[in-house]
């Protein structure tokens, strides 16, 4: 039989902030792939955020890229196809924009590609490859197969894994649904706990957009997946994304804990009731957020949050920073994770804003390397202008992630969860968000003498 090798691809960030920070997890998605190449493929998994790029002979190369990657993602697809060596693309970016890919690549995969990959591989062996793969349905992760952990850089600290896919609410900043879908897709949880035993780290994201699910039999599954976990004695520690909405069942949190769960990331996206119950219609974020002690349902479990939020909202103004700062204070949240609302390719954001011409850049690809939430207000709001929006940012950053700040956010979370792992997490963490925000664009643009309040 013969030999075939495979080369795939997690190109850097173009921006200076991505190239700062790096990707903290593996790339799931080629770790898949990779498990999914028949025996006559050998594959090899290079990624730019630790391996320095090189044009290697290969049959095939595959590229994922995000918006932030995709400048990146096409040069490298160039420099291969210099050499005759053909070329796929594939991930959010590609998916939803194929006609643009296809000026860069030999093909696309649409989607989810787990359910074509394989088709694509014996079509390179014919030499008879398509210019798009897509498959007619989602996969139903029954048959998911696990990644293949051992060809990821060994560099990485943290594991990756994933237990469900899809998102019912349909966010606008969002492109998970349009990725994949609106219905809560589950693996089994025997498939799950092989693959959680499986991976060498010690630390491990859940890469589920909602680890919990919606649904009370979704909370029963989390609960067994919980069980599973305790009863093979799987000693990791591991984060996952949860909704607010978990304070409201504290058997999730104790079962979450007990399982081994050290951090949430939580979508809080906004502390202004206008923006919950507008835009964002997360009007279950706004009754959550009323209870001026909602963190602390984390912390009596010895559970570190951290809450992600959203500025240059449409109904934000300039006392938004103010109150943003002193909730997140007031509320005891471990890591702030602070973003600019952006618009991603896919979007319903995407289609509103470039339809009523609130984009401020649009030269399209190149000003895709500046899509990434941080280095820059990206959006015409009605309240502020962007120097306004980014001078807000700015106060805000240099407020909550000041040395002194995060030393005392760090020695307060080892008093709240009460183990001593906390404390050095929640430093190392914060310290990462600070050098990412210290060396964005924004950043050392914005004027120092400008308070934004």
């Not at 006559?40 to 049959?59: H, L, P, Q, S």
């Not at 609106?182 to 035993?197: G, M, S």
Request: hydrophobic share 40%; proline share 3%.
């Amino acid at each position: 039989m013969k030999k075939y090798k495979l080369i795939l691809w997690n190109p850097k960030a173009y921006a200076q902030v991505a190239n700062q920070n790096g990707t903290q997890f593996p790339p799931l998605g080629l770790g898949l792939l990779a498990a999914l190449a028949p025996c006559n493929w050998d594959v090899i998994i290079y990624d730019e955020t630790f391996d320095e790029f090189r044009v290697e002979e290969c049959d095939l190369v595959g590229i994922t890229a995000m918006t932030s990657q995709i400048n990146r993602a096409y040069e490298i697809a160039e420099l291969y196809r210099k050499q005759n060596i053909p070329v796929v693309l594939g991930g959010i970016h590609p998916t939803m924009c194929t006609d643009e890919a296809l000026q860069y690549c030999d093909s696309v995969v649409k989607g989810e590609a787990e359910l074509v990959w394989c088709d694509l591989l014996k079509d390179v062996e014919q030499n008879s490859l398509k210019k798009v793969y897509q498959t007619k349905e989602l996969h139903d992760l029954k048959d998911l197969p696990k990644a293949r952990h051992n060809l990821f850089n060994k560099k990485y600290k943290l594991g990756i894994m994933q237990t469900t896919r899809g998102c019912g609410m349909d966010c606008e900043f969002c492109s998970v649904t349009a990725f994949n879908g609106l219905n809560y897709r589950k693996r089994p949880i025997e498939d799950v706990l092989d693959e959680l035993e499986l991976i060498p780290a010690k630390f491990v994201l859940f890469a589920d957009d909602n680890l919990i699910g919606f649904s009370k039999a979704d909370h029963a599954r989390f609960i067994e997946l919980c069980e599973g976990i305790i009863r093979r004695k799987i000693k990791k520690s591991w984060a996952g994304q949860f909704p607010v909405t978990v304070v409201q069942n504290e058997l999730l949190l104790e079962m979450a804990s007990k399982a081994g769960c050290y951090a949430v990331l939580v979508g809080i996206e906004s502390i202004s009731e206008n923006v919950l119950q507008g835009q964002m219609n997360k009007k279950f974020n706004s009754r959550i957020l009323k209870d001026n002690g909602f963190v602390s349902y984390f912390h009596k479990y010895g559970i570190m949050i951290n809450g992600m939020f959203i500025i240059g909202n449409e109904e934000d103004n300039k006392q938004t920073y103010d109150d943003m700062y002193k909730f997140i204070k007031q509320q005891k949240i471990d890591i702030p994770t602070i973003s600019f609302l952006t618009p991603y390719p896919g979007t319903k954001l995407w289609k509103r804003v470039m339809d009523s011409q609130l984009v401020l850049n649009t030269n399209f690809p190149y000003d895709y390397r500046f899509l990434n939430g941080i280095s820059y207000a990206y959006l015409k709001v009605n309240n502020m202008s962007t120097f306004e929006i980014e001078a807000g940012m700015k106060w805000l950053t240099r407020k909550n992630l000041s040395y002194f700040q995060i030393f005392v956010r760090s020695f307060r979370t080892i008093l709240y969860t009460r183990k001593p792992i906390s404390f050095i997490l929640c430093f190392i963490t914060n310290l990462t968000w600070r050098k990412v925000h210290f060396n964005a664009s924004y950043f050392n643009v914005v004027d120092l003498s400008y308070k934004g309040l």
